[in-house]
């Protein structure tokens, strides 16, 4: 049974950093593509960064790069999204959910992934 859980989320004030974890099971994350998405209030799910699990690559939205940083621990199968100076427009659900590397369409649509979690709440005070 495929699960991808995350954890981390909470209440921030701007400027700060949080980490969030998304722990995978029931499938081999060698064979995909890890990607971190966000929703925030009334809008629609929107692209935050890819972890090429395989090799380590990394692709961000414009919005977080420099900012946001994805890493992977091997042993545990769990990917980390570490989120350094938060701004309030950072405020949302995040979702990391996985794509198999034979998936179609671009990597920055949700359309393309194939397994998500439940989301964690990510809230940023001004």
């Known amino acids: 049974q495929v699960q991808l859980v995350e954890s981390g989320g909470g209440l921030v004030q701007a400027g700060g950093s949080l980490r969030l974890s998304c722990a995978a099971s029931g499938f081999t994350p060698s064979y995909y593509g890890m990607g971190w998405f966000r929703q925030p209030p009334g809008k629609e799910r929107e692209f935050v960064g890819l972890l090429s699990w395989s090799e380590g690559r990394t692709h961000y939205a414009d919005s977080v790069k420099g900012r946001f940083a994805i890493s992977r621990d091997n042993a545990k199968n769990t990917v980390y999204l570490q989120m350094n100076s938060l701004k309030p427009e950072d405020t949302a659900v995040y979702y990391c959910?996985?794509?198999?590397?034979?998936?179609?369409?671009?990597?920055?649509?949700?359309?393309?992934?194939?397994?998500w979690g439940q989301g964690t709440q990510v809230t940023v005070s001004s």
């Open positions: 959910a996985a794509r198999h590397w034979t998936e179609s369409g671009s990597y920055t649509s949700h359309y393309s992934y194939n397994y």
